[in-house]
């Protein structure tokens, strides 16, 4: 098996979440030292084979990651998103780099080796990314880091060895931390011979990396989610508090629901920061860079499909912040509560994903909306309406990229960002409620149910029955990353899946259907006529 073959589809579809500012990786190549692009080094194993400007082979089946801008066409717009929370297409490093913040005196000292040269190399790379960013001065980070570093692929080979240095020097993060979920599940996804082969073979480093994480601050795997703010994982600090998360969903969920402040981190800033617990005052972490450059007027006639605006509102914002009208009917009292946060995840993580979106406003519903409304709109801000005949055109733009584009599904996807328990509960009565209903004990397919384990622990303790018959009825609970799945070698070829999810649907060939179509697929194994 060839590894580069391996990782070219297996996890940089998913890897792309944070790892590839846009389709200029190679650029990362040059800068992997210093990380100071947002990027991971990610070329590291890339083995010179790509030129600045061009696309390694290992990713060029790639559609496009969420840090390009996508028109309202679908296609790309050629704007690149830049982690500042606004859009400069074709920002210059060399440019924003001659800019210097302010240092105390102790940040100064570390940056001189106070504290050993582990941290004052660490230090380096942060004053850099500041610099580069316009940031003022550095500001002391609270509540716990979300990594996500979850990919042992060669590829990352130089950003974990610099992260096992500093372990081996004792370093630690400022407080334990949440990381992104694994890219596999040899036990109930792919516990077969050739996947675990390819697996075993292309995440070579993937032990490596979970030694990292364990002397850094991180717990034990049960706890690997995206999702890292559902109560049964515990990672949600309060309004206000700054953080530095990586994992583009958790940023924009934990910005926009939780009113935390964190730019759009790359992998590998999120744990230097978490080790030297600072972060460089600048983008989504500022009030101007909070503010609003689009009015969003959702004016569906019925509940509108989350995944399906939150893809509109991505790819016409791209990396800007959206302020928007319209929902706070669906969220009793303007709550947010663990019955219906998955509506906002649905969303955001769709604007995240096609458009690079690290923060919205919903009126009357998340904090800074409710506590400064439209002055959040930024001067100059532009309209976008979206109503029944918008959200149609967009659904329209979803192609069918199975190779076999008449075939029958063969898998369902559900939780991408990781299903929360309500989801788990809903999901498990839809199916097995109309599989009763077709007098069937089977799924006409497997469904994947992706969540972090204390889920679904808590479900099977509070729905062991349920849990049970889901189980019968073929629907497999992981806590894997389901669009690294998904982006496998060779997946399209063996997999016809079907998804509620705008997020895998934006990285994989699996294909997005309303959750009442994909409940009548999962129980015939058919697209209905005319879905
Ligand atoms: Fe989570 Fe993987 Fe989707 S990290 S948000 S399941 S792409």
Known sequence: MNRRKFIKRSTMACGAVAFLPGRVLAQTDKASNSASSGGTGAGAAGKGK?????????????????????????????????????SKANAKAEEAMKHKMKLTKEEQAIL??????????????????????????????????????????PYMKSMIKMLDECAKAGLKSYAPYTVNPRPYDVYNVQNNAKDMTMIYEGYSLQWDLDYVHVRLGAP???????????????????????????????????????????????????????????????????????????????????????GVIGTAIGRKCVEDVPYVTGLDKYFKGGKV????????????????????????????????????????????YEPYVIDDKEQARIISTFPNLWPDKNGDPTAAFIGCPHNTYHEVIKWGKLVT?????????????????????????RAIEEHGELISKMKRAGMRATNMCGVSYAGMKGFSDRVRGVTNSAKTRNYSTVRYFPDETLVKIIVTGKIPKGA
């Open 50 to 86: 790509s030129k600045t400007g061009e696309v390694p082979d290992y990713a060029k089946n790639m559609l496009h990651s969420d840090m390009d801008g996508i028109g309202p066409d679908g296609k790309p717009t050629g704007q690149k998103a830049t982690y500042t929370g606004a």
């Open 112 to 153: 001189d080796g106070k504290d050993g040269k582990e941290k004052a190399k660490l230090m380096k790379i942060l004053v850099t990314f500041g610099n580069t960013f316009g940031a003022e001065k550095l500001v002391d980070l609270g509540g716990a880091p979300h990594s996500n570093m979850f990919i042992g692929a």
């Open 220 to 306: 034990d795997l049960n706890y690997r989610t995206c999702a890292c703010y559902l109560d049964e994982v515990g990672n949600a600090p309060d309004p206000g508090t700054y953080v530095a998360w990586a994992e583009s969903s958790a940023v924009n969920y934990g910005n926009s629901v939780l009113g935390v402040r964190t730019n759009r981190n790359g992998a590998g800033m999120d744990l230097i920061q978490a080790m030297l617990g600072k972060a460089p005052l600048f983008g989504l972490m500022t009030d101007e860079g909070r503010k609003a450059k689009w009015l969003v007027e959702v004016k569906t006639s019925q509940e509108p499909d989350w």
């Open 337 to 380: 509560t663990p019955d219906n946060q998955h509506l906002l995840k649905a969303m955001g993580s769709a604007t995240a994903s096609s458009g690079a979106v690290g923060l919205y406003h919903v009126e009357g519903v998340t904090p800074d909306a409710k506590e400064k409304g439209k002055k959040l709109l930024a001067k100059g």
């Open 433 to 457: 409620e109309a599989l009763d209903k077709a007098g069937k004990k089977e799924a006409a397919i497997p469904v994947y149910m992706f969540m972090p384990n204390p889920v679904r622990d």
